[in-house]
């Protein structure tokens, strides 16, 4: 059964940064694509980024550009989100998800593209 757990988030202050992780089991899965979502408080889960598993190419949110990064370690089997200059405003819960196929690069940013969910991780930035 696969799992995705996420990890580092936390409470930092605005102008900080946060690295978010995700990790994958069991070690054989091989998603095509792994994405990051976040949701906040009365609010629509929202697309920030995705990357694809093999390639490692990007796909980000207009919001986030040049200010979120994602990576990946193959071989740890987990996805990164480098979160900097952080807003009140990104305080949410942060999500991960991967996809098994590959549904064309529109689709990355919409949420029954990905099959496997993790249970997210707070991030809460003070001002």
């Known amino acids: 059964q696969v799992q995705l757990v996420e990890s580092g988030g936390g409470l930092v202050q605005a102008g900080g940064s946060l690295r978010l992780s995700c990790t994958a089991s069991p070690r054989t899965f091989s998603p095509y694509a792994m994405g990051w979502f976040r949701q906040a408080p009365g609010k629509e889960r929202e697309f920030q980024g995705s990357i694809t598993w093999s390639g490692g190419a990007t796909y980000y949110a207009d919001s986030v550009k040049g200010r979120f990064t994602i990576s990946r370690d193959n071989a740890k089997n987990t996805v990164y989100l480098q979160m900097n200059s952080l807003k009140p405003e990104d305080t949410a819960v942060y999500y991960c998800?991967?996809?098994?196929?590959?549904?064309?690069?529109?689709?990355?940013?919409?949420?029954?593209?990905?099959?496997?969910w993790g249970q997210g991780t707070q991030v809460t930035v003070s001002s």
């Open positions: 998800a991967g996809s098994k196929f590959n549904h064309g690069w529109g689709s990355w940013r919409i949420l029954g593209t990905y099959d496997y």
